[in-house]
Nanobody, 126 residues
Framework: QVQLGESGGGLVQAGGSLRLSCELSGRTFSSVAMGWFRQVPGKEREFVAGITWNGMNTRYIDSVKGRFTISRDNARNTVYLEMNSLKPEDTALYYC???????????????????WGQGTQVTVSS
């Protein structure tokens, strides 16, 4: 029973910051790569950021580079997404996901991920 739980979403004004957290239970946390995705109604789910199992490699979409930072604390079985300088276009439902199949590379397509959380809503006002 693998379970992912996101938290930290909310309403924030443009230019503000939020930190999302994702806790993993039910398996060895360090054995999986982790990613953050987001989705707006009517659009496809979009890869945002990813991190390898050991935290040595990260990957971001261009629109969040320099503003978002993904990190992980394997001792706490937790992955974080620090979001700074938020923009209204960042508004979305944010999901964390776990990938069992990659340890040294980060997948950016949704179907490569094996486990998903329920999502946490981020809303950025003008």
């Amino acid at each position: 029973q693998v379970q992912l739980g996101e938290s930290g979403g909310g309403l924030v004004q443009a230019g503000g910051s939020l930190r999302l957290s994702c806790e993993l239970s039910g398996r060895t946390f360090s054995s999986v790569a982790m990613g953050w995705f987001r989705q707006v109604p009517g659009k496809e789910r979009e890869f945002v950021a990813g991190i390898t199992w050991n935290g040595m490699n990260t990957r971001y979409i261009d629109s969040v580079k320099g503003r978002f930072t993904i990190s992980r604390d394997n001792a706490r079985n937790t992955v974080y997404l620090e979001m700074n300088s938020l923009k209204p276009e960042d508004t979305a439902l944010y999901y964390c996901a776990a990938d069992r199949g990659h340890h040294s590379v980060i997948a950016v397509v949704e179907y490569e991920y094996d486990y998903w959380g329920q999502g946490t809503q981020v809303t950025v006002s003008s």
